[in-house]
């Protein structure tokens, strides 16, 4: 694991992706300014915003872009499940939106997953644990 993905996945900030990693992951995507916004649904001038930390990248935004680069991977079928990685017990595995849409290398982009036990309410807050997973770390 490169430093900047180890510095991502350390950080705790209250707020979302900063500027420097949103460029890199649009970089890691292969894509410009302009094609980033189109696919993000986003004006060319948002991520001129995001880019230059004029701007805090929102929630939404964040989990598109983690679910993009996730998806660059190769091998997806060769990637463990979280419930087997974390040996989740039948009970909670039942109850976790992971489980029921059989989603475990995604359980960082659903909400609602009972992750260490917890449901999370907000993205922030799921993310602050899951950028120490590693679920999320193996997909980055």
Not at 46 to 62: C, L, N, T
Request: proline letters at 2%; hydrophobic letters at 35%.
């Amino acid at each position: 694991m490169d430093n900047f993905f180890r510095t991502f996945i350390q950080s705790s900030r209250e707020f979302s992706l900063d500027s420097r990693e949103f460029k890199h992951f649009r970089y890691r995507l292969g894509k410009t300014q302009r094609q980033m916004a189109q696919l993000l649904g986003v004006s060319i001038k948002a991520i001129h915003s995001y880019e230059q930390g004029w701007r805090s990248v929102p929630g939404h935004v964040e989990r598109q872009v983690l679910f993009l680069v996730s998806r660059l991977r190769e091998n997806s079928k060769s990637r463990k499940s979280c419930w087997v990685m974390k040996k989740c017990p039948s009970e909670k595995k039942k109850e976790c939106p992971a489980w029921e849409f059989r989603a475990g290398d995604l359980c960082w982009f659903i909400g609602g997953t009972i992750c260490d036990g917890t449901i999370y309410k907000s993205w922030k807050e799921k993310m602050k644990l899951c950028r120490s997973c590693e679920i999320l770390k193996s997909l980055l």
